[in-house]
């Protein structure tokens, strides 16, 4: 029993040492968070222009912003007035602008935000047209883009407004989700009244 006394303090004191010492260690990893965990942005670069390839070594798509904020921890990219152009269709390429954009890890999903404008430049026979909403999903290797907000779709004879959309730039085709309404008006009729 004369013993375990004399042993008692010194046990004591290295569960003590031995809980501080965790103690310590746990504070530390709370107040550095690891790389993936942290909120604030790991870089930030002005003047960007990035771009995709092809198989071939041509350009696929085009991506300009006056400032780019990347995000460790859900790898994501924040840009700041962003130009999407794809040159990937062989008749006119399409160029999409808005104040901001979100990218996420890897660049699948591009989601554009604040005055958004796609723009198909005119070719053979076709005007130009114009899309105009508030917020654009762009998914450019599988050529589509939606939205749930309204849009608006001008051309030089067709305006065409609804509550969402999906685009498919490869199949051409537009899907209007709700509350459609659209005018067309026919040149070749115009010029026969004349």
Not at 51 to 79: F, I
Not at 147 to 157: F, G, K, L, Y
């Amino acid at each position: 029993m004369n013993r375990l006394s004399q042993i008692f303090p010194l046990l004591l004191l290295a569960v003590l040492a031995t809980l501080t010492f965790w103690l310590e260690q746990a504070t530390r990893q709370g107040a550095q968070p690891a790389e993936n965990e942290r909120t604030d942005p790991d870089f930030i670069v002005d003047s960007v222009v990035a771009r995709r390839l092809d198989a071939n070594g041509n350009v696929k798509h085009t991506l300009y912003a006056s400032k780019m904020t990347h995000y460790p921890k859900d790898d994501s990219t924040l840009l700041v007035s962003p130009r999407f152009v794809s040159t990937a269709s062989v008749n006119a390429p399409v160029s999409i602008t808005s104040r901001t954009a979100r990218v996420s890890s890897g660049g699948e999903n591009i989601y554009f935000e604040d005055d958004v404008r796609v723009v198909r430049a005119a070719y053979e026979n076709r005007s130009e047209m114009t899309l105009q909403t508030s917020f654009l999903h762009v998914m450019p290797e599988d050529h589509i883009a939606r939205t749930d907000r309204p849009v608006t779709i001008t051309d030089a004879h067709t305006v065409a407004s609804s509550i969402g959309l999906e685009l498919n730039s490869e199949a051409r085709t537009v899907k209007f989700l709700s509350h459609f309404r659209g005018t067309y008006h026919d040149p070749a009729r115009a010029e026969k009244r004349r």
